[in-house]
């Protein structure tokens, strides 16, 4: 019995060890179109990782992603950001879930691009089950910039732009504060929604 018991105990040692050590011999950058992918199908938007890829599994699954594009951030509806990293939870991806303690993003560069009727030209989500099977307990940004674009080409430009914010799913709710800088000018700015429903009012 103490044998056994003996053998089980250096299994879960040993288990431990590999699981702390293999971050260190893992080459994350050759999986770098499995992330791209995943992250695409979570934001229903292309998401392209143009720098190093960096990960942990212990003692919290973290990540941190360089130089990273989604959607059409030259010249529609997307975001750059020199730096994504986050914090998950390991309970809630052993029960096939994605929660985020934490999402940072560094510099990022937002545009936005809206149409004559003024609709936000926004990709939709592909599954309601994937976009509802994640969340954000909190989402911060610091030193970004916002560019809204209308349909003429004519661009108001956001700088100095911090913030955080919440996101329970992609179809919401979610609650954002952020301040900016416009001609000289502080301003403070908070949002927040039940839901994203389409133009027919479906979500």
Known sequence: MQHTLLG???LLIAAIVAALAAPLFVDWNAW?????????????????IKGPIEATILP??????????????GNGTGLRAAQIRGALSLGALLRGRLEAEEIVLAKPDLRVSYSVDGKIDLPSASSQANAKNFSISRVAFDGGTITIRGPEGKETRYEDVSGFGALQSRLGPFKIEFSYKQGGHGFTIRMS?????????KV
Do not use: C, K, T, Y
């Open 8 to 10: 089980i105990g250096l």
């Open 32 to 48: 770098r179109a499995e992330f791209e992918q995943r992250a695409s199908a979570l934001v229903s938007a292309p998401v392209m």
């Open 60 to 73: 919290l699954p973290a990540f941190a992603l360089h130089d990273v594009a989604i959607g059409d951030a």
């Open 193 to 201: 929604a039940n839901e994203f429903r389409d133009a027919s009012g």
